[in-house]
């Protein structure tokens, strides 16, 4: 008797990690495996060593050019703060420490230059790992993908494309490094899934700023997914199903629906105010990151502009931008905020950010180091000739001048007084400016904390820089896998630091807001109106969510919230209630 053949029907798997970009991606796997060039060493002659010298000269400056490349397509595809990325990256090309003992073992081994190289790398990040310190450890990944472009163009071999399909897939990979993620295309990238990685991580970040649905921390993922795979991503929940049953895909078919029929609700509420339900006017406005992100202001329904970072001016450029210059973009930016208004803030470079047209002299610890206004008021020229732009783009009526990093009373009196003779200056010149222009800075230090109620007595404004606050006060670097758990914007002691920053704010009757990643989580907005923020500045493309979860609240509700948070001694349960009450009265925004 003849046995019927039974076919075999492929049976559904689920598989979990750490959600790091929202969205819904349901397509074929591309299975991505590393690939490390395996490189023999071949003696050399005494008299081939100048020809080994000039092939790494060439393979660094093609390396460079590469990156400078990818930078410059992040910066006009979203925004200088995601490319500064980036900035690691271009040091590692340029480090003498390294490349001088490439050349030293090549003179003293005579073996092929692109076999030195790759050794004098691995030993430099074995040595970086073993090292106590977040920040270089940090900067293990970037040497890792710089050595891979450098060897690669040693060999003449095309940079590597991280995802070369011709088709719409989901990428799964054991890590894919932010130059990876640079170069995904997004019209055929649908999502991606990598086995390591945080929320915090620069792959992550990238994800989020391109809209590209991401999973990451999911150990294993690449043993047990297959090219060609049919698989389902949710970057909500951190879920990925492998060979997603009909039940599954009308489950996942009505969640879209019910997220697009968000966003067309978000989009209604636009040109409504940010007020709460008892009455209470929160200031939405949005962070601005180049030029090309002004439009989105009125399109997302903000006040104005909250943060308008001016560093994109000074990347991918070897001099730095003139005062002719600077004017004409903080001119456009403030007659295009009208009638609202836009904060500028003066230069934020330094630690994880540098630029090519500014000097910097190599620090160990960047993030303690010569940044912000502390670069600002050591290159005086520098400083000058953007306040001066600023002062005269002030004619338009609407221009608020914020300085970051203020660490306590004398630097702040340093720049002011640098601002005075500006001043002065395009007085005795006839130039146009506004004399009384507000001026405010970025809370983002403990010190400034604790001295907030000085501080207070001489600006207009406080706009908490939270991502640095939370990362000097809990002494934790949000951008290192190994710890970035121990980020935590509800620990009770960023709740105090903000609560002291309104209470000395209001005693001077100056307004305080928020531009830190805080501003933008909607599952923290109760935390925020309940220590009593005045303002909120997000991503332009997150305004609507904010305000919908602040048209949704009852700012008596949040301060009860927040009064009984500030008595606790546990972070997770404060976010728990946070995130109870947002759950309350707006769930649709969550699920």
Excluded at 413 to 422: G, P, T
Excluded at 468 to 494: C, E, G, K, M
Aim: glycine share 6%; hydrophobic share 40%.
């Amino acid at each position: 008797m003849q046995m019927e053949s039974v076919q075999t029907q492929k049976i559904e798997k689920r598989f979990s990690g750490i959600p790091v970009a929202q969205g819904i991606a349901h397509f074929p796997a591309f299975v991505r495996h590393e690939v490390n060039e395996e490189i023999l060493p071949q003696p050399i002659e005494e008299a081939d060593v100048e020809r080994e010298i000039i092939r790494f000269e060439a393979a660094l400056i093609a390396t460079r050019v590469e990156l400078l490349e990818i930078q410059q397509r992040i910066v006009s595809a979203i925004g200088s703060e995601d490319a500064s990325i980036f900035d690691a990256h271009l040091l590692v090309v340029e480090d003498r420490t390294l490349i001088d003992e490439v050349l030293r073992m090549l003179e003293r081994e005579r073996l092929n230059v692109d076999y030195v190289f790759q050794q004098v790398a691995q030993k430099y990040c074995a040595t970086l790992e073993a090292i106590d310190d977040p920040y270089l450890r940090e900067r293990v990944v970037d040497i890792q993908d710089v050595t891979r472009r450098v060897i690669r163009n040693l060999l003449g071999k095309a940079p590597h494309n991280p995802a070369a399909h011709d088709h719409q897939h989901i990428i799964v990979a054991h890590n894919l490094t932010p130059s990876d993620t640079a170069q995904l295309n997004r019209d055929l990238v649908c999502g991606f899934v990598t086995e390591i990685g945080s929320k915090t991580s620069h792959t992550a970040i990238m994800a989020r700023s391109l809209e590209i649905p991401a999973i990451v921390g999911m150990q294993g993922i690449c043993q047990n997914i297959q090219l060609g795979d049919d698989i389902l991503i949710d970057g909500y929940t951190g879920l990925l199903i492998l060979n997603p049953s009909n039940e599954t895909l009308i489950e996942y078919g009505r969640i879209e629906q019910q997220k697009e029929e968000v966003v067309e609700r978000l989009h209604l509420i636009r040109e409504t105010a940010s007020t709460t339900r008892d009455g209470k006017h929160i200031i939405l406005s949005a962070n601005v990151d180049l030029p090309d992100d002004l439009a989105d202001i009125k399109a997302n329904g903000a006040e104005g502009i909250g943060l308008y970072r001016t560093e994109f001016l000074y990347l991918n450029r070897e001099t730095s931008p003139d005062e002719e210059e600077q004017y004409g973009h903080y001119l456009r930016a403030a007659q295009e905020s009208l009638p609202h208004s836009v904060i500028i803030r003066t230069l934020d470079i330094g630690g994880d950010k540098s630029s090519t047209s500014l000097f910097f002299e190599e620090e160990a610890n960047p993030f303690l180091g010569c940044r912000a206004i502390r670069f600002c008021l050591e290159n005086l020229d520098v400083f000058k000739t953007q306040l001066r732009a600023i002062l005269r783009a002030s004619t338009v009526g609407n221009i608020r001048l914020m300085y970051p990093m203020i660490s306590g009373l004398q630097e702040l009196r340093r720049a002011n007084a640098v601002l005075e003779d500006c001043k002065n200056e395009l007085a005795a010149e006839g130039i146009p400016f506004q004399a009384d222009i507000e001026v405010g800075i970025m809370i983002e230090t403990p010190s400034a904390v604790l001295v907030a109620d000085h501080l207070a007595r001489e600006v207009k404004f406080f706009s908490i820089g939270t991502n640095d606050l939370i990362q000097y006060t809990i002494a934790v670097d949000r951008l290192n896998d190994r710890i970035a758990h121990l980020y935590n914007p509800t620990h009770p002691s960023i709740l105090r630091m903000i609560k002291m920053t309104v209470d000395a704010a209001r005693a001077q009757n100056i307004w305080v807001g928020v531009c830190g990643e805080m501003a933008a989580d909607i599952l923290l907005t109760p935390i925020l109106i309940g220590l009593g923020l005045e303002e909120l500045s997000a991503t332009g493309a997150l305004v609507p969510r904010v305000k919908k979860a602040v048209q949704s609240l009852d700012s008596s509700t949040c301060r009860e919230l927040v009064n009984t948070a500030l008595t606790m001694d546990d972070s997770s349960a404060i976010l728990d209630m946070s995130v109870a009450m947002a759950r309350q009265n707006y769930a649709d925004l969550l699920d």
